[in-house]
T-cell receptor, first 113, second 113 residues
């Protein structure tokens, strides 16, 4: 019973490098989300996908791109990493209606040097 | 803008004491409300969610939350704290039909022996 799976769990990058964070869910959920978590700031929405084939910006989209590859997979790409993007990144999914909770992965801890 | 505020970034209680974690939302229209818990190096787990019409919502691990529309609050309580309750707690709200969440800043709960 995997739920939401994120890879990798840890990553260290140099400034200017690029990378893609992967997320997959096996709950047949319509909606998927990417958040970043920074101390004292809670979770902030980067991008979300309300349904397969659609993506929208969240609160902090600058410096990121996303791809909803299919219903199961939603990836987050950093084209040119900056130290300010050092954070813990969480992927989540939900059925897509307002009163249904989101289910979270275990996170990717990303450090940009 | 609609927001969620958690009063107190750190709360410390003794084992066996009452736990009270505060959450207020900023809209006159009640959103869908959730409490999540995050243990170290893990993702967020759902504790409970508000059900329309209810004033007291029961969750897992003995937690419950009281919804007060007049105070725009959704405070989390547990009658008797256990060492295993030490974690970070997040209140979250959704004002949209698509289940986008706005998170509070989080409250770190410490339980002292």
């Amino acid at each position: 019973n995997a739920g939401v799976t994120q890879t990798p769990k840890f990553q260290v990058l140099k400034t200017g490098q690029s990378m893609t964070l992967q997320c997959a869910q096996d709950m047949n959920h319509n909606s998927m989300y990417w958040y970043r978590q920074d101390p004292g700031m809670g979770l902030r929405l980067i991008y979300y996908s309300a349904s397969e084939g659609t993506t929208d910006k969240g609160e902090v989209p600058n410096g990121y791109n996303v791809s909803r590859l299919n219903k199961r997979e939603f990836s987050l790409r950093l084209e040119s990493a900056a130290p300010s993007q050092t954070s813990v990144y969480f992927c989540a999914s939900s059925p897509g209606s307002g009163n249904q909770p989101q289910h979270f992965g275990d996170g990717t801890r990303l450090s940009i040097l | 803008a609609q927001s969620v505020t958690q009063l107190g970034s750190h709360v410390s209680v003794s084992e066996g004491a009452l736990v009270l974690l505060r959450c207020n939302y900023s809209s006159s229209v009640p959103p869908y409300l959730f409490w999540y818990v995050q243990y170290p190096n893990q993702g967020l787990q759902l504790l409970l969610k508000y059900t329309t019409g209810a004033t007291l919502v029961k969750g897992i691990n003995g937690f419950e939350a009281e919804f007060k529309k007049s105070e725009t609050s959704f405070h989390l309580t547990k009658p008797s704290a256990h060492m295993s309750d030490a974690a970070e707690y997040f209140c979250a709200a959704s004002w949209t039909s698509g289940s986008r969440l706005t998170f509070g800043e989080g409250t770190q709960l410490t339980v002292n022996p």
